[in-house]
């Protein structure tokens, strides 16, 4: 147990001597559930409470009531990092199983961070024997017991993928890990390609995040054109395929495009679609329609008010289908006039907790100064208490607002992800060239582990 300040060394793992050796057949690592509330903002799996027994001893009483001074010291700086928020080290727990061939305890031990006292009274971390005041004559203290409550899942080595090739938003980018990992596990995410003299303020936007090929599907929507849904030039806007989808209104009845193609998934897809109203009068209403072997299901009707007719991201809402294999877009507007464009949507399919969607608000990058700067999606379970989404360049980190699932999860060993954001005009994220900017992916998982391995 350390804060890489203070030290308690129960087994050093080679059979040395140590100060504080544990009482044998009294300690095995607590397994972790799933956590039952889903708003923890630490991953997936619950907190446990360990409880170990020692011995501490040493060569004379005071080195022995020093060293019971550094065990109950850890527990206390534990608790002020967790529930006080205090600008300290966090205490880690690090274990490696004898004959382990994954973990070993000097180098690449299994870690998890101490949050402090449990029990029936946490006021009392580390319960002392009532014959302690012997360590007097005898230089050690027997059975001394020490509960405290850590991190579910154990933390091993991390897993980098390195930064993919630059892919103008929105692309579905891909990494790889260097291997498969059973275990659902927090992933950090940068997309880089940003600059504080090129991409001064990066508009708010999408993070999208899948383990599966098919999790996240692009569709241009100008594919749906058909009737009163025309298929419309617009590479002046930076429309991903050139051209968007127009809704043109003949009156005020519900319209449905034409099917866009769909790589066949099921369970609950969200849709987010790049709209842009062009009317300062009319509003419209749009959903999208999933549909396939018959059964169709819908997003809810969302609105897309007057009040820009610059292009704009909206999730449309989430729609469940057990087999989806096409999407029509569903238009109503409330006079007949004006026109609504869709440029492309995203769907999602939100099978399990290794896929999130992220929106996040615009930040202004004069704080990290000029040149290079990347959006970073952060949780570290060994050093961070809750997520932290950010900008990172040169001269420091600037926090920004999110809504969504945090942390990011990922398990097995392939990654995709996508970012995106309209900027002003345009209907895809451009520097001040103006040129539509191309960004990088790169992800580093923090391998989970619920048992001993």
Not at 43 to 53: F, H
Not at 417 to 432: C, D, I, M, Q, V
């Amino acid at each position: 147990m350390t804060d890489g300040t203070d030290t308690v060394t129960f087994a050093d793992g080679v059979g040395g001597v140590t100060n504080f050796p544990p009482v044998r057949g009294q300690w095995g690592p607590s397994i972790a559930g799933i956590r039952t509330s889903p708003l923890g903002g630490r991953g997936p799996y619950a907190d446990v409470a360990e409880d170990l027994s020692c011995n501490i001893r040493n060569t004379t009483a005071s080195l022995v009531y020093a060293n019971l001074d550094t065990l109950t010291r850890l527990l206390d700086k534990a608790e002020r990092w967790w529930l006080r928020n205090e600008n300290i080290a966090p205490v880690l727990l690090k274990y490696a199983p004898q004959g382990s061939t994954i973990h070993d305890h000097v180098t690449t031990p299994m870690r998890a961070i101490v949050l402090g006292r449990v029990g029936s009274s946490e006021l009392n971390g580390v319960d002392l024997p009532s014959d302690v005041n012997d360590a007097g004559m005898l230089f050690e203290i027997y059975g001394v017991k020490i509960a405290c409550l850590r991190r579910g899942a154990w933390t091993g080595q991390n897993d980098t993928t390195g930064a993919s090739a630059t892919a103008a938003n929105p692309t579905v980018m891909t990494r790889a890990f260097s291997a498969t990992h059973p275990i659902v596990s927090p992933v950090d995410i940068t997309i880089a390609g940003f600059n504080g003299t090129t991409t001064p303020t990066i508009q708010a936007g999408y993070l999208v995040v899948g383990s599966q090929v098919n999790d996240i599907q692009i569709l241009e929507a100008e594919a749906g054109a058909s009737g009163v849904f025309t298929s419309v030039a617009d590479a002046a806007g930076n429309a991903r395929g050139g051209s968007v989808l127009r809704f043109t209104p003949a009156g005020v009845a519900a319209v449905t495009s034409a099917a866009l193609s769909l790589t066949l998934i099921g369970g609950q897809c969200a849709v987010i679609a790049a709209v842009r109203n062009n009317s300062a009068t009319t509003s419209f209403l749009l959903q999208a329609n999933m549909s396939g072997f018959g059964l169709v299901t819908s997003t809810p009707p969302y609105l897309i008010d007057t009040s820009t007719t610059a292009p704009r991201l909206v999730l449309l809402g989430v729609a469940g289908s057990n087999a989806a294999n096409a999407v029509t877009l569903q238009a109503t507007a409330s006079a007949a006039s004006g026109t609504l464009d869709i440029d492309y949507i995203i769907v999602v399919n939100l099978r399990d907790e290794t896929v999130a969607i992220l929106a996040h608000d615009a930040v202004s990058l004069a704080g990290v100064g000029a040149g290079a700067a990347s959006l970073a999606f952060d949780f570290n379970p060994l050093s961070d208490q809750g997520p932290r989404v950010f900008v990172s360049g040169s001269s420091g980190n600037v926090p920004l607002t999110y809504r969504g699932p945090m942390p990011l999860l990922t398990s097995g060993i392939n990654l995709y992800a996508l970012w995106t954001a309209p900027n002003g005009a345009s209907w895809r994220f451009t520097t001040t060239a103006p040129a539509v900017l191309s960004v990088s992916l790169n992800a580093t998982r923090y391998r989970s582990f619920l048992s001993p391995q």
